[in-house]
């Protein structure tokens, strides 16, 4: 089939190997960069993702995964995101069954095997996208860019920006996404294979192309998007077809658009089958997702809460020119970009502004060399170029809808494959004018270093998450939920002092910060600051009413304080916002315990064993009060109730050995003692 294009390689100065050759490169470098993270622990979203969600475990029904969102929530539910990944989730849960347990490692080694098999698919989609279409009498695809399609897959492969897909487990929803974006790709694209002439086509491999988007839109919601990029290839590439003089067709309502290349070659049907197939998709997943889109806060995006349409027009395009700096220059990442680390943007006097400016210079300039250039290869490389790096991107552009996040690196490493294409062109152009073509490769070679010393760098910065909360300080320092997570992690080390110092430099920073409020206010209840303690309390659930763990912590206060009429309410109130809350139950327990009023207190407790039944202190304290009150029998029971749930808590065994000393039952009492001391 006849779909040559010029060669891009004639004048580049790089290294020519055999595609066997190009691939395994490409797979090592790839997988040096990113190699020393595989023993990293769980960081971040992991937590919540995985270690917290109930679906990756044996006893959760498989078929809840199709009901539930990427967190374990149900999708019907007002509080759940709505990011429908089922077979992301899949993949967490085979990792879990087969490390009997949450092991990091497995999950770690999973997403570095995925980075390297798409950045290998790379050289085969770059030789398409750079050196065009064709295929041998026997049906198989040339490589007609072998140098510059290997350069651009080094490109990708290297990029820091996917540090945070890859590094960080949660990232395997795009790295999956990648993986069946780029196999519906190379599937549309065989469905060409077999006719020299280009008049026919396979349905077959058209309609696999739609499956495997389908799939891919299954681990994340960006893999949809290939649909359109497909269809936008069989234009360029495909038919040939002159974007602008089409335009123009239109506009003078000219008649013969068949010349124009828009019903030649069945283009028309293809296109069918993909609007289709992306129709139908779309709507099941609206069907599955049951309600309107996730309700996000003011925090996790200000500017699309911001009253005014120019402001919000004008960060969006701020965001946007930050995404292509990142692209361009991946020095300063970091796992979190919301809460004030980009302030909003507020007036045209704002310099800022200039980022704007010269984003949109570029893109227009772009846009219209690949419409009006007379040169037919260039309009087609700059137009797949902008095709791959706009398109993916539009599901986080705020266009469509909200989304939570103001900037995440983990969204462009799809759009990042235009990147690395419109590089590469350029590339080659600077070599065709060059004199010292050598000095350019060298360059080239050089960045392709940096970025593998800065891959390297950043993979040990997600190592844990003390090393990478600590490196976000110099780069997002206005960020509220960077301080909140660099003093949660002391928290949970024990290093309460230093964890004060960023709980208030968070919640200077976001005075409505009600979790950093929450955190700091349970951290000075220990210190016994309780009046300090109360009054962030106070105000956290004064800011966000249905606070349940906020208002439980309050409940622990005010009960400190002897305030108990306000500690019962406080519990009572928390419990009307969760439900499910054995921690508060426990608490209550305790408050009544002090009142003396031992039935509601045994009635809270025993509510908090029934809600988790492994909770041990609220056992325990029920065997303590009823073996208190005389009621030995009874504070038997339950004891031999809890050593079967829990069979070797300590403390429980030691409770219940006291019961049986005071009713005489020696024997068993030794008998539990031994298994104390053993």
């Known amino acids: 089939m006849a779909q040559t294009e010029p060669n891009l390689d004639h004048d580049v100065s790089w290294f020519l190997l055999p595609s066997y050759w190009a691939k395994m490169v490409v797979a090592l470098i790839s997988f040096l960069c990113f190699a020393n993270s595989y023993d990293g622990d769980f960081v971040f979203d992991d937590s919540e993702a995985i270690i917290n969600n109930k679906d990756l475990r044996a006893e959760t029904p498989l078929g809840d995964l199709w009901h539930h969102d990427f967190w374990g929530s149900k999708l019907s539910s007002n509080t759940s995101h709505k990011s429908y990944r089922p077979l992301t989730v899949l993949t967490f849960r085979i990792n879990y069954l087969f490390a009997g347990g949450f092991y990091p490692i497995g999950f770690h080694v999973i997403n570095i095997i995925l980075h390297c098999t798409i950045s290998v698919l790379m050289v085969d989609v770059f030789s398409i996208l750079l050196g065009g279409l064709q295929f041998t009498n026997k049906g198989r695809r040339l490589n007609l860019a072998p140098k510059t399609s290997l350069i651009a897959a080094l490109l990708f492969a290297v990029h820091p920006v996917h540090t945070e897909c890859v590094a960080g487990i ?26 020299k002439e280009g008049n026919n086509f396979s349905i077959f491999w058209v309609l696999v192309s739609v499956i495997l988007g389908a799939i891919a839109m299954l681990c994340k919601e960006q893999g949809i998007t290939i649909l359109g990029l497909n269809a936008v290839f069989d234009a360029l590439v495909i038919n040939k077809l002159n974007v602008l003089e089409l335009i123009q067709k239109l506009l003078h309502k000219d008649k013969s658009l068949e010349s124009a290349g828009l019903l030649r070659k069945g283009l028309l049907l293809r296109i069918t089958l993909l609007m289709s197939g992306g129709a139908t998709i779309l709507y099941i997943r609206w069907r599955i997702m ?61 310099w800022r502004i200039i980022a704007l400016a010269a984003l949109w210079f570029c893109l227009i300039g772009l846009i219209c060399q690949a419409l009006c250039s007379e040169d037919s290869h260039k309009r087609r490389i700059l137009t797949l170029g ?10 986080a552009s705020n266009l469509f809808f909200r989304v939570g996040f103001v900037i995440a690196e983990r969204v462009i490493y799809l759009p990042s494959i235009g990147y690395c ?29 940096v970025n593998v010393t800065r891959c390297a760098l950043r993979s040990s910065q997600w190592r844990s998450e003390e090393q990478l909360f600590r490196s976000a300080l110099s780069v997002c320092p206005l960020n509220a939920k960077v301080h909140y997570n660099v003093g949660k992690n002391l928290a949970d080390k024990g290093n309460q002092s230093a964890a004060i110092k960023y709980y208030r430099e968070a919640v200077r920073l976001n005075p409505k910060y009600v979790h950093a409020m929450n955190n700091l206010g349970n951290i000075l209840k220990e210190r016994n600051e309780l009046q300090e303690a109360e009054e962030l309390l106070s105000l956290a659930v004064q800011i966000q009413p249905d606070f349940a763990a906020a208002w439980m912590n309050l ?10 009429e306000e500690a019962e309410q406080s519990y009572w109130t928390a419990i009307k916002h969760r439900k499910k809350y054995p921690d508060c139950y426990y608490n209550l327990g305790r408050l009544y315990a002090d009142l003396n009023r031992h039935i509601d207190a045994l009635n809270a407790w025993r509510n908090a064993t029934v809600l988790k039944p492994e909770h041990s202190l609220a056992w325990n304290n029920m065997i303590i009060l009823l073996d208190n009150t005389g009621n030995l029998a009874q504070a038997e029971a339950v004891g031999r109730e809890a050593l079967e749930l829990i069979p070797n808590d300590h403390s429980l065994m030691f409770s219940l050995a006291n019961v049986l000393g005071k009713s005489q039952k020696y024997k068993l009492c030794f008998i539990i003692a031994g298994e104390i001391l053993t």
Do not use: H
């Open 421 to 449: 294409i419109l590089f590469t062109y350029g590339f080659s152009l600077l070599s065709k004018q060059a004199k010292k073509k050598k000095i350019l490769a060298v360059a080239v070679l050089g960045i392709l270093v």
């Open 555 to 564: 409940g622990i206060v005010q009960n400190s304080l002897r305030r108990f």
């Open 170 to 195: 949660v990232g395997r929803a795009d790295l999956l996404c990648a993986l069946f974006f780029l196999l519906s790709f190379l599937g549309y694209c065989k469905a060409f294979r077999e006719n």
């Open 386 to 395: 902008l095709g791959f790096l706009i398109i993916p991107f539009l599901p």
């Open 290 to 350: 049951g309600t309107g889109p996730p309700a996000f806060t003011e925090v996790d995006n200000p500017a699309s809460f911001a009253d005014s349409l120019f402001v919000r027009a004008i960060n969006y395009n701020y965001y946007y020119s930050l995404n292509a700096w990142l692209l361009l220059c991946p020095w300063w990442l970091c796992f979190d970009w919301s809460m004030g680390c980009i302030p909003l943007i507020k007036s045209v006097s704002d």
